[in-house]
T-cell receptor, first 113, second 113 residues
């Protein structure tokens, strides 16, 4: 079945780059997402990549996809204290007429001033 | 409203009681998802609806859990004979079928004493 795995914690210093990694199992995934959950708030979409892309850049965010290894990463350049949150990797595959989205356990990012 | 609305936001109940959680998705969104987030855990997929039908119920933890959706809009998640391990935040999300991007509600926090 589908499974998404990611490390649980990451700690970086303000100004450094953060790299959050994720592996997934469903080779039929059509979309791969990164969601952000700030303390006490709901999840919000941060960025996404189609499965036929290798890389997507959006301001400080860079998403890399290695489809052969089913590996997805999120790089945050010049990490700020406001980036402290839980980051969820998710894969979406067309499933019986609809899109089923499976999430990883989330990586808690700590940014030290 | 503009976003996904969930109620109640907080529910405290006694072990053995039944609870109903409600989700009002974004108008026009055909897909609706229920997830469970336990303390320190990731997002556990429960069920998703495409219109009024539920193609995938595989995530429901036991037969005490059920969900329905009527009129392609509002959904209700029912937990019968609640147990302490049911305590969690229950998140609802909706999406347009074509994109798969999920829009989350604020969640319903359930505490079973």
């Amino acid at each position: 079945g589908e499974d998404v795995e990611q490390s649980l914690f990451l700690s970086v210093r303000e100004g450094d780059s953060s790299v959050i990694n994720c592996t997934y199992t469903d080779s039929s995934s059509t979309y791969l997402y990164w969601y952000k959950q700030e303390p006490g708030a709901g999840l919000q979409l941060l960025t996404y990549i189609f499965s036929n892309m290798d890389m997507k850049q959006d301001q400080r965010l860079t998403v890399l996809l290695n489809k052969k290894d089913k590996h997805l990463s999120l790089r945050i350049a010049d990490t700020q204290t406001g980036d402290s949150a839980i980051y969820f990797c998710a894969e979406t595959a067309d499933n019986t007429g609809g899109f089923k989205t499976i999430f990883g356990a989330g990586t808690r990012l700590f940014v030290k001033a | 409203g503009a976003g996904v609305s969930q109620s109640p936001s907080n529910k405290v109940t006694e072990k053995g009681k039944d609870v109903e959680l409600r989700c009002d998705p974004i108008s026009g969104h055909t897909a609706l998802y229920w997830y469970r987030q336990s303390l320190g855990q990731g997002l556990e997929f429960l069920i998703y609806f495409q219109g009024n039908s539920a193609p995938d119920k595989s995530g429901l933890p036991s037969d005490r859990f059920s969900a329905e959706r009527t009129g392609g809009s509002v959904s209700t998640l029912t937990i019968q004979r609640t147990q302490q391990e049911d305590s969690a935040v229950y998140l609802c999300a909706s999406s347009r079928q074509s994109t798969g991007e999920l829009f989350f509600g604020e969640g319903s926090r359930l505490t079973v004493l």
